[in-house]
């Protein structure tokens, strides 16, 4: 099955300054690639995604970039303000997960912006 | 829409005990979710639903059963709950119609769970 690495498991930045988080995963098949940011005590929701046929996406201060042939994507964050701290989930869904579109979860990034 | 819900919020439960959680969503999606939450391991699938009337085995599916008897309703039982079952299960929906349609996941708020 697919499995998800995602690094660094915490990560303190200085307000203004970019964030940058990175997964791997290993099944070559996965074609979708969403994050999720969770709030303590919260629900995740997502807060980009990106499809394979993609290589870099963007949404106001956040971005996400995948490279297939290194089977690995990143979401990068910048000018990152407190209301950013968090924590940020990546997550694949493999091809072999079928028509049951199985997420499954890197192991979480806690983000701490200082002020 | 309240979009997904679910029931309880919180309850601590006894060793040996039974209980059901509840999941509810008005969005009209075909497939349900079941995660638990634990701490430094992400979010981890225990069960999930492709359309009412169906469920199949996710990653850590035992000690958990469960049934999704209404398309908006998704049941997550334990019949005899453990201490390693303490955690906070999320719910999840999506209305996928095939790839590259409808694959984001909405969860509900959580329910904490407590297994002394």
């Known amino acids: 099955g697919e499995n998800v690495e995602q690094h660094p498991s915490t990560l303190s930045v200085q307000e203004g300054d970019s964030a940058v988080i990175k997964c791997t995963y290993s099944?070559?098949?996965?074609?979708?690639f969403p994050w999720y940011k969770q709030e303590l005590g919260k629900r995740p929701q997502l807060i980009i995604d990106i499809r394979s046929n993609v290589g870099e996406k963007k949404d106001q201060r956040i971005a996400v970039t995948l490279n297939k042939t290194a089977k690995h994507f990143s979401l990068h964050i910048t000018e990152t303000q407190p209301e950013d701290s968090a924590v940020y989930f990546c997550a694949a869904i493999p091809i072999s997960s079928g028509s049951a579109r199985q997420l499954t979860f890197g192991s979480g990034t806690q983000l701490t912006v200082l002020p | 829409n309240a979009g997904v819900t679910q029931t309880p919020k919180f309850r601590v439960l006894k060793t040996g005990q039974s209980m059901t959680l509840l999941c509810a969503q008005d969005?009209?999606?075909?497939?349900m979710y079941w995660y638990r939450q634990d701490p430094g391991m992400g979010l981890r699938l225990i069960h999930y639903?492709?359309?009412?009337?169906?469920?199949a085995k996710g990653e850590v599916p035992d000690g958990y059963n469960v049934s999704r008897l209404k398309k908006q309703n998704f049941l997550l039982g334990l019949e005899s709950a453990a201490p390693s079952q303490t955690s906070v299960y999320f719910c999840?929906?999506?209305?996928?119609?095939?790839?590259?349609?409808?694959?984001?996941?909405?969860f509900g708020p959580g329910t904490r769970l407590l297994v002394l």
């Open positions: 999840a929906s999506t209305p996928f119609r095939g790839q590259g349609y409808g694959e984001t996941q909405y």
């Open positions: 639903s492709v359309g009412e009337g169906t469920t």
């Open positions: 969005m009209n999606h075909e497939y």
């Open positions: 099944d070559s098949a996965s074609n979708y």
